[in-house]
């Protein structure tokens, strides 16, 4: 039996894609629901705290944060800025913060809210889903 160069090679090309597709789907990554001593919020409770005029931490790239962000948050990017000191500098630890990144596809958001919650903020609100949902419900 005589198989061509090319079927064999469309063959092993689509049993490659199969194979690898379950690997490329489960290293996506996906944040978690809840960050230990933070408080997780959706976006009508978070719209309650912006209301309320507390601290709203963005720690997306300098690229997303320059696309768009929730109104008076302020920008602390999570990989180069984010320390304990810059967040003093913002926000006192016995006041309240909301941490935000770009939804649930986003870690930054969880890592930086235990990050704040290590350093002894007491009332820290994970906002999970954040500035991609906040835009979208206006």
Known sequence: MFVSRTALAS????MIGLLTQPVALAAKK???????GATTVNTAEAKKLFDQ???FIDVRSNRDWEAGR???????????????ETLS??????????IYCNAAGCMRSSKA?????????RKVYYYR?????????G
Do not use: F, N
């Open 11 to 14: 063959t092993l090309v689509l």
């Open 30 to 36: 996906v944040s978690p629901e809840t960050v230990d």
């Open 53 to 55: 005029g507390i601290t």
């Open 70 to 84: 929730i109104p008076g948050s302020v920008h602390i990017e999570l990989k180069k800025v984010y320390s304990e």
């Open 89 to 98: 500098a913002v926000v006192g630890k016995d006041q309240p913060v909301l």
């Open 113 to 121: 809210c235990a990050k704040a919650v290590d350093w002894g903020y």
């Open 129 to 137: 889903m954040g500035y991609p949902e906040w835009k979208r419900k």
